[in-house]
């Protein structure tokens, strides 16, 4: 089922913003990162397999500059998580970005 995540806006420490469940998976189709103020700021986004730990090196998915009160959504890749993954985000500056993210939800 076609579904909306809000997650709401993103700290300079890296938030969990999207866990598959054990009983489920999900294709991510797109993120939309809305920055509302008036500063430009970067986003990091990781993609963590189940069972792993967060790490700069190995988990990234994208990093990516939002321009100060601009969106920009990601959708170049779909992002497949398997049961017991978890999309990780967090961005340079405290409650500058707003997340959402859509996509599929199978199984479960």
């Not at 938030?15 to 294709?27: A, N, S, V």
């Not at 969106?71 to 961005?91: C, H, K, M, S």
Request: aromatic share 12%; charged share 25%; hydrophobic share 40%.
């Amino acid at each position: 089922m076609k579904k909306r995540w809000p997650v709401g806006t993103l700290a300079t420490n890296a938030i969990e913003i999207l866990r598959c469940d054990g009983t489920k998976r999900i294709t991510i189709d797109s993120i939309h990162f809305v920055n509302f103020t008036a500063g430009n700021t970067n986003v990091d986004l990781y993609h963590v397999p189940a069972d792993e730990e967060i790490a700069d090196e190995f988990h990234l998915v994208r990093n990516h500059a939002v321009s100060a009160n601009t969106a920009f959504r990601l959708v170049d890749q779909r992002i497949y998580l398997e049961p017991g993954d978890r999309l990780f985000a967090y961005a340079d500056d405290d409650d500058h970005v707003c997340c959402f993210v859509y996509g599929e939800e199978y199984g479960g």
